[in-house]
């Protein structure tokens, strides 16, 4: 029980999907008892209209705004119009009404996608201007990061209190396993166990294997979130992760070996490797709010294949 939550009106969006599942189930465990999780059919939040009346509905003290519309590497390149369009007016139109309607604090939750192609590792929060975005993600990771420009003017002109955060690829259970739609872990785990059942002689990936990625176990970004929520309050971004980065050649070989295919990868050259790097300068976090990650990767992973085993017959395909 946190005392912080517990006289609170909070609203989660996104507080059905995959990562507000379990910063609901923490805010429960918190005590937090006035807890609005707005679904798209009843509010669009890309419409103002439905923005306005959901903060009728709710008179939140606190938003906490995890909706997004994303996917992977493919997705984003079917997509990029959609992505830019619904992700930006979704973050910017729910800020602007809470600043309107006198509401205490915003917590948004931005994307390592909106880092510079090329920007240095580990990737300090300060370089998150210093160029271009990595092409393929680019209109999803530019629409979020419009937040962060927000919530520094809003604070500057109105004191609107409002933090932007800035989490790594997220995995673990309950995650998107649609392969059209879904991220590198649950695509790696789903197309390893696919090709186990159906005795596929190897498996074919995208790309070289060779860029690297750092992930955050599911639970641990909740936890993050959560602890920002609580104790930061400014507007300078803040990154969430656990400062180890993997090469996807690597992450797909453990995998393989804890889904139990035991044939070869194959690596389609043809397709795109996404950012060639993505790792993480957690300090801020940990300074600024005491925020360390909990689970190791290959815990991570097993915990998260365990969940996919378990729940592959209820699972459904996700469309944009």
């Not at 807890?35 to 103002?48: A, E, N």
């Not at 673990?172 to 596929?200: C, Q, Y």
């Not at 970004?221 to 992760?241: C, F, K, M, R, T």
């Amino acid at each position: 029980m946190t005392a912080f939550w517990t006289d609170k009106r909070v609203v989660v969006t996104g507080g059905a999907g995959f990562l507000g599942s379990f910063v609901v189930e923490q805010l429960h465990a918190k005590g937090c008892k006035n807890l609005v999780i707005p679904r798209s059919t009843d509010y669009d939040l890309v419409q103002m209209d439905a923005v306005k009346q959901l903060y009728s509905d709710a008179r939140p003290d606190l938003v906490i705004h995890l909706a997004a519309r994303v996917g992977g590497i493919g997705a984003n390149q079917a997509n990029p119009g959609r992505f830019f369009y619904d992700n930006l007016m979704m973050g910017t139109q729910l800020i602007e009404v809470g600043r309107q309607t006198g509401l205490k604090k915003f917590v948004a939750l931005g994307t390592i996608c909106a880092y510079p192609k090329f920007a240095p590792i580990p990737f300090k929060e300060d370089d998150i201007w210093n160029g271009y975005p990595e092409e393929t993600n680019a209109p999803y990771g530019l629409a979020k990061k419009m937040m962060l420009a927000q919530s520094q003017a809003y604070r500057q002109q109105y004191g609107f209190n409002s933090i932007v955060l800035f989490p790594v690829n997220l995995y673990g259970p309950r995650d998107n396993f649609d392969l059209k739609t879904s991220h590198v872990i649950p695509a790696l785990i789903r197309k390893f166990a696919e090709a186990k059942e159906s005795e596929k002689d190897y498996v074919e990936l995208w790309g070289d294997g060779s860029p690297s990625r750092e992930f955050l176990y599911v639970e641990d970004a909740a936890e993050g979130i959560l602890l920002a929520a609580e104790q930061y309050n400014d507007s300078l971004p803040v990154n969430l992760g656990t400062g180890e980065e993997v090469a996807i050649r690597d992450l797909a070989e453990l995998i393989a070996k804890e889904v139990g295919f035991a044939g070869p990868i194959k690596w389609d050259t043809t397709k795109p490797n996404g950012q060639p790097r993505r790792c993480l300068d957690v300090t801020r976090a940990k300074e600024l709010f005491g925020f360390q990650a909990r689970h190791r990767l290959r815990e991570g992973l097993k915990k998260t294949v365990q969940w996919f085993q378990d729940n592959r017959s209820t699972l459904r395909e996700v469309q944009f």
